[in-house]
């Protein structure tokens, strides 16, 4: 899966693999999913947030919230006529996932967070809850 692991992001990424062709109007193409805001800083936040609750034992994901959320996502990418095979493309692409992970990777750095240290991941976690972020919504601590 593009965006690691367990909860966060495989959920919300799941709600787009399963969203149903609905082809575009008219023949207007539409542009890349990586150049629709909404989507791709939805499945940032999930990135993020997954990547913190894998690396906070006493931070986990919010399951039902962000099934919730999932469901919107899919919704919205529907509604824009995005297939279900150009969504499962965009979320295999190796490019697409380094581009994340990079976009990610540079979040966490900026934010003070050092790979292997779980405190520093938690603060960003309390930190993005506190806050009111998309990303702390979909957090809860343990």
């Known amino acids: 899966m593009i965006w690691g692991g ?13 969203a149903a062709g609905v082809p575009a109007s008219g023949a207007q193409e539409l542009p890349p999913l990586r150049e ?3 989507i791709y800083d939805t499945l940032f ?5 997954d990547e913190i609750q894998k690396n906070c034992p006493t931070i986990s994901a919010r399951m039902f919230f962000v099934w919730q959320q999932a469901k919107k996502l ?30 990610r990777d540079a979040y966490l750095a900026d934010h003070g967070v050092v ?6 991941y938690c603060r960003l976690g309390r930190e ?14 343990r």
């Open 6 to 18: 367990r909860h966060t992001a495989a959920a919300v990424a799941a709600a787009l693999f399963t």
């Open 74 to 103: 899919e919704n919205y990418a529907r509604s824009l006529g995005y297939s279900e095979d150009e969504v499962k493309a965009f979320l295999k692409s190796k490019e697409e996932r380094a581009l994340m992970r990079a976009r």
């Open 36 to 38: 629709n805001a909404r």
């Open 128 to 141: 993005e809850m506190k806050n009111g972020t998309f990303t702390g919504s979909l957090l809860r601590g």
């Open 45 to 49: 936040a999930a990135s993020l947030g």
């Open 115 to 120: 790979e292997g240290d779980a405190q520093s």
